[in-house]
């Protein structure tokens, strides 16, 4: 009875707690969002937060274009067999890189290394009174830290996206030439026959909601940091965590109101 | 004017400030001393609106800060310079980036005014050559004055001080103290000073107070306090481990540990 | 620093941007300020063509279509956008159909004597032809292969015709040699009943328009049927039965296959023309035996007639067995 007990109060406790830390990250957002409005704070740091998160992530994004776009032409051509014509190998490599895999890879790989680094460094910067430093300086934490870092991951995300995409479509064009004997015609055929400007539409908006999901949420850890060393550790690995699951919530989300539904 | 009037502050079950009433008159030097984890740090960062009290007042030039709005809090914080403990620079930017932020967030000056108060407030610190280094580059000392540069290149009407000699050798801690004296005589501030070291509390206070179990316990000159009765006072600043009854003496209520709560929650050091 | 900063991210953002854009371009293949010329065209119905759908001039994409309006005359206008230098032929009209199996469709502009030999397609474009007013060329849009089960339906009433000559007089020998026939005839349709089995797994996509193509079929099996009853009373072996149960399984696979069926490829038309070609011969055979030299005893001592029939059974084996050897060349790679 007593163990009963303790396990409703222990889960009373865990949603509580739950709920209060999604009152407190509505919060975050809403000061955010506020700071938002004063551009000439934050927007000088923009830059700086752009060339850090998203031009200095070109290389790990377009890495993982090149092979996924390998893989995916040999995977196509495998799972084809013969039945289906060679040129489809196009088709599947245009569809799954614009519409799935350039987003979700790039934002996965992304929520590691930029979702990671902005909770190190607003972590560090919180248990070193960095950042009350800030606020005694008269800055506003929100406007000077958290704006420019979504900003430039709401923006850099898609472009980083975009960019990956032809890399990855390009990398299984290279690899149905040289591997699959296909011809670059046969190829772009079928690159071409069901493409739409939808797909790469719908492939750049999903990155720009998991940059700015990874970006608030390497924030949020960040300044919520307590406690030393191992606090900025536990808030990177929170960070990487959260946006790695936000980055397939947000997925299944897009993909049930936007993908569903459309012929 | 500073004024702490009967401020309660708890994090969670841990009373911090339980009741605090302080006065700072202008031109004044207040020194904050008390065990460590008392709830100085909990105290001065109040006055910047850091942190929010749970119950009663502080008062800044008769501006009430908890009720402040938001604007007019970052107005009040452009007076008042904070001197962190481990000075708090900002590890990404140079000396002088750290030095010109408060400024260039006024943005009263240009850039070439702001260049050259910058130098002027580290030449004030003496350290006229560290302008292009970064934090990191430098001793924990010069950081320190660094961080002093850094508050008062607005040239604020109060700086409050944050154990400033806590971790630095007798000269150095000798050094900081002038400056901090320096200060107030060049530039007519009203500071605070947060220091468990009775050595510097003595040479820079014009009045010193006591922090003990959530509360004042004692405030009054250099002198009062030295020839103070209260056995808690006499213990703290004479440095012993016993109470003059011989009996061994631990500080009782939570919140006033010795060892325990070096670091509070609400990311405050209290 | 910070200006080298702002200018690498500013070159970054603006080159991303710029691929970006270009590749979405490139890859709908839209054109950049090439120059185009509008060419119009009325039609009374467009199927399935849609805007961004390709403009073919004799096999070679020559434009697309630019949009597709409903007048208010009850015309639909089709307008697309052809490359400046493209030839029209001197009198032209535009097809529409099916590009692949799966619901593409393209635009044909060809002359108006090389428009499919169709009664539907020539009707659509004397009446879009009719209407004259303004610039717009007439346009048809294809049929399916609807009408191939219709080619088939018409033999069928032949072949009815023709037993009913049959119930007239019929000696042994010319039933043994109907028999011989019948039983071919069987054997042939068991094999087209197998040869559309194994194609249609291969067939992924069907067209909606099958599920006509299946009522036209139970009415010719309803037909034969009717044939069947007369021809079985004297043949008395069951063999009409045998077919009619073949054709009757080979429309429930079409029945099985049209559900995915979503249009007839244009492509298949080559194929349709092939069988087509098949049936006329058996049209032309089955309508000598309708005409008066359609006696029973003149078909059944002319030995000639017999021969025909047999020739085209085997003629229609081969095509069978072409088809299943080559089955890409007829429909797979045509479908795709």
Known sequence: ???????????????????????????????????????????????????????????????????????????????FTGAVPLYFVGTLVEKTITL???????????????????????????????????????????????????????????????VAMIVGLGAGWLASIGFLQLSTDEFL?????????????????????????????????????????????????????????????????????WLHGRS | MIKWLDVYKAFGEKKVLDGFTLDVHEGEAVVIIGYSGAGKSVAIKHVVGLLEPDRGT????????????????????????????????????????????????????SESEIAQRVGETLELVDLPDVQQQYPAELSGGMRKRVGIARAVALRPKYILYDEPTTGLDPVTSAVIDELMIRMREKLGVTSVV??????????????????????VRQVGTVQEIQQSKDPIVRQFIEGRATLEDGESHSPTKPGAAIAGGATARGGGRV | MKRGNDFIVGLVVIGSVVAIVLFSLWLSQASLGSKEKDVVARFTDVGNAKVGNSVVIRGVQAGRIQSIELETTGWVLVKMSLDQD???????????????????????????????????????????????????????????????????????????RVADRFQVAFDDRAAAELRQSIRNF?????????????????????????????????????????????????????????????????SEDIKVTSHDL???????????????????????????????????????????????????????????????????????????
């Open chain 3, 86 to 160: 493209i030839k029209l032929p001197s009198n032209p009209v535009v097809v529409l159909s099916e590009s692949s199996m799966f619901g593409e469709w393209q635009a044909t502009i060809m002359e108006r004597s090389a428009a499919p030999d169709d009664a539907d397609v020539q009707q659509q474009l004397a009446q879009s032809a009719a209407v004259g007013r303004g610039n717009a060329i007439p346009g048809a849009r294809l049929p399916d292969i609807a009408q191939l089960t219709a080619v088939a339906g018409r033999i069928a009433g032949d072949m009815s």
């Open chain 2, 58 to 109: 502080i008062e800044v030039d008769d501006k009430d800060v908890p009720t402040l709005p938001r604007k007019e809090l970052y107005e009040l914080r452009a007076h008042i310079g904070y001197v962190f403990q481990f000075a708090a620079l900002f590890d990404s930017m140079t000396i002088g980036d750290n030095v010109a932020m408060g400024l260039r967030k006024r943005g009263e000056l």
């Open chain 2, 194 to 215: 947060i220091t468990h070291d009775m050595r510097s509390a003595y040479r820079v206070g014009s009045r010193i107070a006591m922090l003990y179990e959530g509360r």
């Open chain 1, 189 to 257: 055929k079928g690159a071409r026959m069901f493409y739409t400007a939808f797909d790469v539409e719908y492939g750049l908006v999903k990155a720009a909601s998991f940059g700015f999901a990874v970006t608030l949420i390497g924030c949020y850890k960040g300044l919520r940091a307590r406690g030393g060393a191992e606090g900025v550790g536990n808030a990177a690995t929170a960070a990487v965590v959260y946006s790695a699951v936000m980055i397939l919530v947000l997925d299944a989300f897009w993909a049930m109101t």
């Open chain 3, 262 to 336: 979503r249009d007839a490829s244009h492509s298949l038309m080559a194929t349709q023309q092939q069988l087509s070609s098949v049936l006329t011969h058996a049209d032309s055979v089955l309508g000598k035996i309708d005409r008066g030299q359609g006696s029973l005893g003149m078909m059944v001592n002319d030995p000639t007639l017999y021969q025909n029939g047999d020739a085209l059974l085997s003629q229609m084996r081969e095509l069978v067995a072409e088809i299943r050897a080559h089955p890409r060349q007829y429909l797979s790679v045509k479908i795709f």
């Open chain 3, 186 to 250: 069987a054997d042939l349709s068991a094999e087209l009943e197998r040869t559309v089995r194994s194609q249609s797994q291969s067939l992924s996509q069907l067209g909606a328009d099958v599920h006509k193509t299946v009522g036209t079929i139970n009415a010719t099996a309803v037909a034969v049927q009717r044939t069947a009853d007369r021809v079985d009373s004297s043949t008395s072996k069951g063999q009409i039965h045998q077919i009619m149960d073949n054709v009757g399984q080979a």
């Open chain 1, 1 to 79: 009875m007593a163990q009963i007990m303790n396990v409703i109060e222990a889960t009373g406790r865990w949603v509580r707690f739950r709920i209060e830390e999604a009152g407190r990250a509505g919060r975050f957002i809403e000061e955010a969002a506020r700071a938002t409005v004063s551009l000439r704070s934050w927007f000088p740091n923009a830059t700086l937060q752009m060339r850090r998160l998203g031009v200095d992530s070109l290389p790990i994004g377009l890495l993982i274009a090149v092979f996924t776009g390998i893989v995916l032409a040999l995977l196509a051509s495998y799972s």
């Open chain 1, 100 to 162: 799935e895999l350039a987003p979700v890879l790039t934002g996965l790989a992304l929520a590691g290394r930029v979702g990671a680094n902005i909770a190190a460094e607003l972590g560090t910067m919180r248990v070193t009174e960095q950042v009350d430093a800030l606020e005694t300086l008269a800055y506003d934490p929100d406007a000077y830290l958290v704006v420019p870092r979504v900003f430039a991951g709401t923006l850099m995300f898609p472009l980083i996206v975009g």
